[in-house]
């Protein structure tokens, strides 16, 4: 039997093609250009890595512009893509209303596969690409279409509201979407006292504890702040004296009531830049801290993160990959398309300040 011994891995001849069809050499020419980027991330980037990161940011940019293409990016993104590629930057909430009104013709979701989905309903005539459609997320994993129809079953008329970390089918069976930013605020807008808050147990127990409703609720966890404790919390502040922590509002209950502030990725940003702590850390993804941290001088911020495996499958040899390519492109079963859509809009709807 013949047996090819040198073949490539897909990555591999996926790096041949871009080496062939892009100067992806650091030259002068793309040290000066780069340089502001670099001036912004260099506390967060070792420089013995900015010749392999600025050419990918230069061809980047360079054909996002030629292909008529904008580049959405999650708070979670690393440093290179958040401040070197990103058109957009925010928290889930922030970037479905941004994909309503981006007008150009391609979307690179930077983020993960729930996120692109969402900016597809919310946009539906444009491309949207994802770096690496197996950006998943453990809770949209947790809960089916089924499921959640078993729960209505089981809770007639009771709202469902569902948080955007969901596959598109679930949103189809969905009243109202929410995220981590506005998750009360939905809450209190639905009808009745008996709400379905569905999949991230911890996101729901948070909201029960400021809200007169009753929230019925679904076993999903995120696995990147479920496994923060309270002790992790107590661990923290004999570590670090005078530190201010704070968390995203998937850990679990007993860590929210040991912090010092819950937001949303962009409500734990505007935390730190409005309170500028001397000494601070951030219980969520880790780029969180490095992104923050090239905007707020004189903040010292100290380890307490966890990584989340899945934002972290988006880099920027598969973001020039997908722009290069037009790969792979988030599609959408016709039949979930409204119903799914209305979910999310309703949230906006929701979600906008009353005047
Ligand atoms: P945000 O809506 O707060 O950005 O959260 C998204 C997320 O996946 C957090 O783990
Ligand atoms: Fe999903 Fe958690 Fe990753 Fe956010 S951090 S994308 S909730 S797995």
């Known amino acids: 039997m013949i047996q090819q011994i040198n073949a490539l891995t897909p990555i591999e001849e996926a790096r041949a093609v871009l080496a062939a069809d892009f100067d992806l050499k650091f030259s002068k020419a793309i040290e000066t250009e780069t340089r502001p980027v670099f001036e912004r991330v260099k506390d967060r980037i070792p420089e013995i890595e900015w ?26 993104q690393t440093p290179q893509i958040f401040y070197g590629v990103a058109d957009i930057v925010g928290d889930s909430l922030q970037l479905a209303i941004e994909a309503t ?26 491309r949207v690409l994802i770096p690496d459609s197996r950006a998943g997320c453990s809770l949209a994993s ?54 379905m808050m569905i999949p991230d147990q911890y996101l729901a127990q948070n909201t029960a504890k400021k809200t007169k409703k009753k929230i019925v609720t679904w076993a999903g966890a995120c696995e990147v702040h479920e496994t923060f404790t309270a002790d992790d919390i107590a ?33 734990m940003i505007d935390w730190v830049k409005t309170e500028r702590p001397a000494k601070v850390v951030m219980v969520t993804e880790c780029s969180m801290s490095d992104n ?20 972290k499958r988006i880099n920027l040899e598969n973001i020039l ?8 492109e988030v599609t959408i079963a016709e039949e979930l398309m409204e119903p799914a859509r209305a979910a999310v809009e309703r949230m906006i709807e929701f979600s906008r300040p009353k005047t």
Request: aromatic share 6%.
């Open 51 to 76: 010749p392999f990161y600025a050419p990918l940011i230069f061809q980047i940019n360079k054909l996002k512009r030629e292909k008529n293409a904008v580049i959405l990016a999650h708070n979670y």
């Open 235 to 267: 661990e923290l502040r004999a570590a670090y004296p005078g530190a201010r922590i704070i968390a995203h509002p998937e850990c679990p209950p007993e860590v929210i009531d040991a912090v010092d502030f819950a937001g949303s990725t962009s409500g």
């Open 292 to 311: 923050v941290a090239a905007e707020t001088e004189g903040v010292a911020f100290l380890r307490g993160c966890n990584i989340c495996p899945h934002m």
């Open 142 to 195: 947790s809960i089916t279409a089924e499921d959640v129809l078993a729960m209505r079953a089981q809770y007639p008329g009771v709202p469902v509201v569902t948080y955007v970390n969901s596959s598109a089918a679930v949103k189809a069976v969905t009243d109202v979407c929410c995220t981590s930013s506005n998750a009360l605020q939905i809450v209190e807008a639905v009808e009745g006292d008996t709400v």
């Open 321 to 328: 990959w997908s722009l290069h390519t037009d790969t792979e």
């Open 101 to 126: 009104k981006v007008e150009a013709e391609t979307i690179v979701q930077c983020g993960v596969h729930f996120m692109a989905e969402t900016s597809k309903l919310l946009n539906p005539s444009k």
